[in-house]
């Protein structure tokens, strides 16, 4: 079966950066589009970001536009997310979500079939 593993996650200062990787297992990779969603407490899981299987096109929630850049490697079965200037406000468990096809990247998470057990970010201020 397909399995997601988070890590990278960490306690930062505000201002910070962090990169987060998601390693895919047990699928074709580069048959799957990949997404980023958070969820903080009390919260709903949302997107943060999303790329195509074919990384040609890619997604970023108005919040994280400019500071978080989302990217994968297909040789390595690995997506990423890069973290630069965070907030408190981006204190969340980041989860890495995968769903089977083509297509552009989806920002649903209804819409994606597998994920991580997710990994903590906190940014202090």
């Known amino acids: 079966q397909v399995q997601l593993v988070e890590s990278g996650g960490g306690l930062v200062q505000a201002g910070g950066s962090l990169r987060l990787s998601c390693a895919v297992s047990?699928?074709?990779?580069?048959?799957?589009?990949m997404g980023w969603f958070r969820q903080a407490p009390g919260k709903q899981r949302d997107v943060v970001a999303a790329?195509?299987?074919?990384?040609?096109?890619?997604y970023y929630a108005d919040s994280v536009k400019g500071r978080f850049t989302i990217s994968r490697d297909n040789a390595k079965n690995t997506v990423y997310l890069h973290l630069n200037n965070l907030k408190p406000e981006d204190t969340a468990v980041y989860y890495c979500?995968?769903?089977?096809?083509?297509?552009?990247?989806?920002?649903?998470?209804?819409?994606?079939?597998?994920w991580g057990q997710g990994t903590q970010v906190t940014v202090s201020s």
């Open positions: 790329i195509s299987w074919s990384t040609t096109e890619t």
């Open positions: 047990g699928g074709t990779f580069s048959r799957y589009g």
């Open positions: 979500g995968a769903f089977a096809g083509y297509g552009p990247p989806r920002p649903r998470a209804y819409e994606y079939d597998y």
